[in-house]
T-cell receptor, first 113, second 116 residues
Framework: GENVEQHPSTLSVQEGDSAVIKCTYS??????FPWYKQELGKRPQLIID?????GEKKDQRIAVTLNKTAKHFSLHITETQPEDSAVYFC????????????FGTGTRLTIIP | GAVVSQHPSRVICKSGTSVKIECRSL??????MFWYRQFPKQSLMLMAT?????????EQGVEKDKFLINHASLTLSTLTVTSAHPEDSSFYIC????????????FGPGTRLLVL
């Protein structure tokens, strides 16, 4: 089955600086890679996702890059703000019919004002 | 769009009792829903995949007789924790696929279960 590793487990960043979270996956058949943000006691919220037919996707301050050859993908948050503080999870899933998500272990991001 | 609700949000029960958790897609039809369990400061672990009108598919190590899943309609899936024990205390979260043929999952707000 799929195995997703995520690093770092905790990350502290000065407000305004950038944050980068990295994930690797094991199953070369995986082709869908979402990122979720979860605040304490709340539901995971999809913030951005990428499919294997593209190498990069950007949405305002958030971007995701994918390297299929190396089987790793990364989340980039620029101009960080205090409200970016949360736990971020990466995940990987296969094609339709095998779309169950395998989650990474999470990264607790703290933005220091 | 893509709103998923869960009920109850929090439940406390005595050991040995059963607890039912509902997951609803409010503004779309979900042929597939997923049930996850999340322990404190840990990741989400998939318990089972729930397909409307058919039996759920359980992940390895998840007891199907203990965690009963019913997906009777395109907008409702239920998870019943039978004969709950303190080790079943956890945060249970459901998700639903927004559109047929896509992988995107939207999550419910979760149900915090405490078994005394």
């Amino acid at each position: 089955g799929e195995n997703v590793e995520q690093h770092p487990s905790t990350l502290s960043v000065q407000e305004g600086d950038s944050a980068v979270i990295k994930c690797t996956y094991s199953d070369s058949a995986s082709n869908y890679f979402p990122w979720y943000k979860q605040e304490l006691g709340k539901r995971p919220q999809l913030i951005i996702d990428i499919r294997s037919n593209v190498g990069e996707k950007k949405d305002q301050r958030i971007a995701v890059t994918l390297n299929k050859t190396a089987k790793h993908f990364s989340l980039h948050i620029t101009e960080t703000q205090p409200e970016d503080s949360a736990v971020y999870f990466c995940a990987a899933a296969g094609r339709f019919g095998n779309e169950k998500l395998t989650f990474g272990t999470g990264t607790r991001l703290t933005i220091i004002p | 769009g893509a709103v998923v609700s869960q009920h109850p949000s929090r439940v406390i029960c005595k050991s040995g009792t059963s607890v039912k958790i509902e997951c609803r897609s409010l503004d779309f039809q979900a042929t597939t829903m997923f049930w996850y369990r999340q322990f404190p400061k840990q990741s989400l672990m998939l318990m089972a995949t729930s397909n409307e009108g058919s039996k759920a598919t359980y992940e390895q190590g998840v007891e199907k007789d203990k965690f009963l899943i019913n997906h009777a309609s395109l907008t409702l899936s239920t998870l019943t924790v039978t004969s709950a024990h303190p080790e079943d205390s956890s945060f249970y979260i459901c998700s639903a696929r927004y559109l047929q043929g896509t992988e995107t999952q939207y999550f419910g707000p979760g149900t915090r279960l405490l078994v005394l």
